[in-house]
């Protein structure tokens, strides 16, 4: 069976950092993207960031994000962590992990991309 379990969320201050986890089980995912997404209270599921697959070195960013959070992925543990950096309040927001099953890469940024979802974690960034 597989899973994707998120870790890290937490409440914090405007213009601190944290680091968000998410641990795979029951597949490797080396070969397939990986990203996070977000849900805030009221709004859509919107794209946060990905990165390729282990060989592609890849990240991307939503613009909103870029310059402030970091993607990667540790393929000896199967996960991939989102550093959260100058947080705002416009962060807070249930954070997901996902994970395809095509290496297709070509709606990197849509939810239908992907096949896997973790049960998120909460991230409140107060002012």
């Known amino acids: 069976q597989v899973r994707l379990v998120e870790s890290g969320g937490g409440s914090v201050q405007a213009g601190d950092s944290l680091t968000l986890s998410c641990a795979a089980s029951g597949r490797t995912f080396d070969p397939y993207n990986m990203a996070w997404f977000r849900q805030g209270p009221g709004k859509a599921r919107e794209f946060v960031a990905a990165?390729?697959?282990?060989?592609?070195?890849?990240?991307y960013y939503s613009d909103s994000v870029k310059g402030r959070f970091t993607i990667s992925r540790d393929n000896a543990k199967n996960s991939i962590f989102l550093q959260i950096n100058t947080s705002t309040p416009e962060d807070t927001a249930t954070y997901y992990c996902a994970a395809p099953r095509s290496a297709n890469t070509e709606a990197i940024q849509s939810p239908e991309h992907y096949f896997y979802w973790g049960q998120g974690t909460q991230v409140t960034v107060s002012s």
């Open positions: 990165i390729g697959s282990i060989w592609s070195g890849l990240t």
